[in-house]
């Protein structure tokens, strides 16, 4: 028995000594081997591997006993790649591998032919990292591993993935770092880029093609005291059930300054344990700490993917993509540009405020710019308490100091109790069609919102955001200069077979598109007009295709030369369909024959000839005819009936947006709007259309209660910066 005491005691010692003897790290030139990354390190750190290119294999898993530190000033580049799958282990409250003032380093996982890298840090300290770059450490690139964290423990505890960290005086801010197709795996942050306050930014950081997993406060963290950075086609999650910081759990923050591009990323599944509040992409720019100037800052959010679908019932608001600002940010210019967003799950009883895109820059830190187009903003979250609020998007504007351009885009909130509504604008929340006029009404004077529209597009699934092929609505978007992809790389450029561009990230499977619409009415000038359009069935009773009524039924403006001519895309429905066009104050108009949707392009033009409008129903005794004006009150007759209200409105100098008086659209109602009325009323104009076509619809057929005024209450919730590093 003593005996074999004796050797089980042997072979305890030499289990707890092996790692001392293994040779799990290989280092040229100068040939060597190591038992760890740290003692690795301290040699190159000593100069034992030259001053020039050096190899790094680590060739057994390591469990290292402190941090791995690579200084810089010693070799010109640095490769550390595994030599099969390898973990490099540690738990303390620091880096596994610390990067601190180094430059030229490459930490390549490989990832592929058998060959992995693994960093695992499961300290609980919030400094407990797997990757770091410090004190000056810059042009390094880290790739293709993974790093895990603590995982569900605790909302508050843990630390990051990967850091691009602080510096200390005299080393310099770490510039010009790469993190490339990482995965960082239960980190309070997955990844973090932070400067030095006062002393040193961070500049020029990217981070792209990163997967970022069950983080609970931070998934990507572009912090305070750095400039120019790039996040694009990173996918940020949960796949497991871990805690969220019931301060707010963010998957990208952007507090940089400078040039931020945030770009064709992917957010969705994120959840939780604890109450609390959820961001998709947040940007709120931080002033730079003094004596450090702050640069012109300038964030393009564009082609994002953005799919709340599981965010606990709990949770106190869930925004999608939210450009805000507070005390602390500075002024700044925002470009939101064709991202999707789409918010679900339920909020129980909680009272929510859950807003897909709500715009909430202030200028108080001085002028700043907002660009909202060609974003799909669908809110289908459910319950909540009364007083929830659920709107798709939100400008909280007019507000001193801020100049908003936004249109194109679309918006839709499912719920129809009076939590939900399709869009906002200063204090004022909108729904449903006669929500949609009068939306369009208010921003008109502010050349704003002319061509969105509330209308509830589908998509492939809750976290996918592909659209499907049966959208019937125009999808066609702005140009953005300089934005020739979307989310998938896929180009967005019109060209001669083509002349459509399409909202949202990502373009309908099957390559299905729908239409634009150009049209004019009797003046000679060519001003834009809110056209309602519908598709009719081609058999008695001619109805309304339902895909046209339910999802076209909307404003569209255009100020094109090209009047009277529709535009309209391949697929839009199978076999051919009647046209039928009007707008506040015209004619209601039919195609004379049925229009066939087979080409992948094509137009119908009603100006050439009286014979392309059902029953030759068009003014003018040559080309280009046009369609008459002036049933104010839309009932398929030029009479009294128009007239009294137009002499009504001229008589008190009615001014406005798209008045249903104002028949030649000049922005005042007068003699010339009474002058088209008399006169077509004394021809006895009136609609020729289709045996048994229905009353056209009216304002009274609008939802009455699609207006709400909120000015008794701040609604969105006041974020603060994350200032700690």
């Known amino acids: 028995m003593k005996k074999l005491f004796s050797l089980s005691v042997i072979a305890l010692l030499f289990a707890m000594n092996l790692n001392s003897f293994a040779q799990n790290v290989n280092v040229n ?33 390591t469990v290292e006993p402190g941090t791995a530190t690579l200084l810089g000033g010693v070799f010109a580049t640095c490769i550390i790649i595994p030599q099969g799958p390898q973990t490099v282990s540690g738990n303390f409250n620091a880096s596994v591998i610390d990067l601190n003032g180094a ?47 603590l995982g569900a423990i605790g909302a508050t505890n843990g630390g990051r993935g990967v850091n691009i960290g602080q510096s200390i005086v005299g080393s310099g801010g770490n510039n010009d770092n790469i993190i490339e197709n990482v995965t960082t795996n239960g980190f309070r942050r997955g990844i973090q880029n932070f400067g030095t306050a006062g002393v040193y930014i961070n500049e020029r950081t990217t981070v792209r093609g990163c997967t970022i ?19 694009e086609m990173n996918q940020v999650l949960h796949d497991a059930a871990v805690p969220n910081d019931p301060g707010g759990s963010r998957a990208i923050n952007i507090q940089g300054c400078g040039t931020n591009i945030v770009r064709r990323n992917w957010i969705h ?115 909540g308490g009364v007083n929830s609020l659920f709107v798709g998007q939100f400008l909280y504007y007019p507000t001193p100091g801020v100049t908003v351009e936004a249109d194109h885009n679309i918006s839709f909130t499912t ?15 909108y729904r449903g069609f006669g929500g949609q006029e009068s939306y369009k009404d208010t921003l008109c ?112 403006i255009s100020t094109s030369v090209a009047c009277v001519k529709i535009y309209f895309g391949p697929g839009i429905g199978s076999g051919s369909y009647y046209l039928e066009v009007l707008t506040k104050h015209s004619i209601r108009t039919q195609s004379a024959n049925p ?11 009603f100006t050439t000839s009286p014979s392309q409008a059902y029953g030759g129903n068009l003014a003018g005794t040559a080309a280009p005819y046009e369609i008459f004006n002036g049933d104010v009150n839309q009932d398929d007759i030029v009479d009294g009936g128009d007239g009294a209200p137009v002499d009504n409105d001229a008589s008190n100098f009615a001014l406005g947006c798209h008045l249903s008086t104002d028949v030649n659209d000049d922005g005042i109602v007068d003699g010339g709007d009474a002058a088209i009325v008399d006169n077509n009323a004394s021809n006895f104009v009136s609609a020729i259309l289709l045996p048994g076509t229905e009353p056209a619809p009216t304002d009274a057929n609008f939802v009455k209660s699609s207006v709400k005024n909120l000015s008794d209450r701040r609604v969105i919730h006041q974020i603060p910066n994350v200032f700690g590093e």
């Not at 992995?116 to 004190?135: D, H, R």
């Not at 609970?216 to 400039?227: A, D, K, R």
């Not at 209308?455 to 049966?470: A, C, G, M, R, Y």
């Not at 609505?473 to 989310?487: R, Y």
Request: charged share 15%; net charge negative; proline share 4%.
């Open 29 to 61: 030139p100068v040939p060597a081997t190591y038992p760890t990354l740290q003692a690795a390190f301290a040699a190159i750190n000593g100069g034992a591997h030259g001053a020039g290119a050096i190899t790094v294999t680590i060739v057994g898993s």
């Open 103 to 149: 430059d030229n380093v490459l930490i390549d996982g490989i990832n592929t032919g058998g060959h992995s890298l693994t960093v695992i840090n499961p300290n609980a300290g919030t400094s407990a990292n797997g990757i770091q770059c410090s004190n000056g450490a810059t042009n390094n690139r880290i790739m293709n591993l993974t790093c895990v964290g």
């Open 213 to 231: 997993k069950n983080f609970t406060s931070l998934g990507i963290f572009i912090g305070s005291e750095v400039s120019d950075n790039t996040v």
């Open 269 to 383: 599944d994120l959840t939780g344990t604890v109450a609390g509040g959820f961001i998709g992409i947040i940007t709120i720019p931080v002033t730079f700490t003094a004596p450090i100037i702050t640069p012109v800052t300038s964030i393009e959010l564009s082609n994002n993917m953005v799919a709340l679908n599981s965010c606990i019932s709990t949770a106190t608001y869930v925004y999608g993509i939210y450009p805000t600002s507070n005390a602390n940010t500075t002024n700044y210019s925002c470009g939101v540009y064709y991202n999707s967003i789409r918010i679900a799950g339920s909020s129980g009883t909680t009272d929510a405020d859950v807003e897909c895109l709500p715009i909430g820059i202030d200028g108080v830190a001085g002028p700043s710019t907002v660009k909202v187009y060609n974003n799909i903003s669908k809110n289908d979250r459910t319950d």
């Open 415 to 429: 719920d129809t109790t009076s939590r939900g509504w399709d869009a906002g604008y200063n204090t004022t929340v």
């Open 445 to 556: 004077d502010a050349d704003q919102e002319q061509n969105t529209a509330f209308i509830p597009v589908e998509f492939v699934s809750l976290s996918l955001l592909s659209l499907t092929s049966n959208v019937g609505a125009n999808m066609d978007a702005k140009e953005i200069p300089g934005i020739s992809v979307d989310f998938n790389g896929d180009s967005r450029a019109i060209t001669s077979t083509n002349l459509f561009t399409y909202r949202g990230c990502d373009e309908f499977y099957g390559g299905k598109k729908c239409y634009q619409i150009y049209f004019k009415l009797e003046e000679i000038v060519c001003y834009s007009y809110r056209v309602c359009i519908w598709l009719r069935y081609t058999i008695p009773p001619y109805e309304i295709w339902d895909c046209s009524w339910y999802r076209v039924r909307e404003w569209i």
């Open 595 to 605: 229009i066939s949707f087979a080409a992948p392009t094509g137009t119908y033009d």
